[in-house]
């Protein structure tokens, strides 16, 4: 399970929690990025709520940590990422993934420059993720390897339904 598949499933959970994509604010049309002032912007005003679900890679993750009350962590096998990251293109080919704005269609080409970038950073990504972990105290950690890990997850976050 990745990371909007996940936020998804906990969204079904918690209708109430709004899903903030990281995806859907540093991307316009054509997988252009937008200016970054303008992404932090965007952060700002959707983190203003006083509960949501941030799903998306570590580059905004200083800016949403300050105000977060739990962080997860996806961090399966070598295997498992790359074997996501090799079909994840094929399961939606010409359409736009729900977490992305519309005029992101995936095409493999796009999507295995990213895997290929990703999978070569991993080190670097695990390395930044650790130091995170280690340094936020104030919040509710979880480092989710496996499918065991994550309903572990899930079953806590039915647990805190109203």
């Not at 859907?24 to 002032?37: A, E, G, I, V």
């Not at 509960?51 to 300050?66: F, Y």
């Amino acid at each position: 399970m990745g990371k909007s598949h996940l936020a998804a499933r906990l969204a079904i959970i918690r209708p109430e929690i709004p899903i903030v994509s990281f995806d859907s604010l540093k991307l316009k049309t054509d997988w252009q990025q937008r200016p970054r002032p303008e992404i932090i912007s965007s952060l700002d005003d959707k983190l203003k709520g006083d509960a949501w679900i941030l799903e998306g890679g570590p580059s905004m993750l200083p800016q949403a940590i300050a105000r977060a009350d739990s962080l997860v962590w996806l961090d399966p096998s070598e295997v498992v990422r790359a074997w996501r990251l090799t079909i994840r293109p094929w399961r939606s080919i010409g359409k736009t993934r729900p977490e992305l704005p519309p005029g992101n269609d995936d095409w493999p080409i796009q999507q295995y420059r990213f895997a290929i970038r990703s999978l070569k950073n991993k080190s670097k990504f695990q390395s930044y993720f650790s130091d995170v972990f280690q340094n936020t105290e104030h919040l509710e950690k979880w480092h989710c390897r496996d499918a065991k890990s994550i309903e572990g997850l899930v079953g806590k976050w039915l647990g805190s339904a109203p």
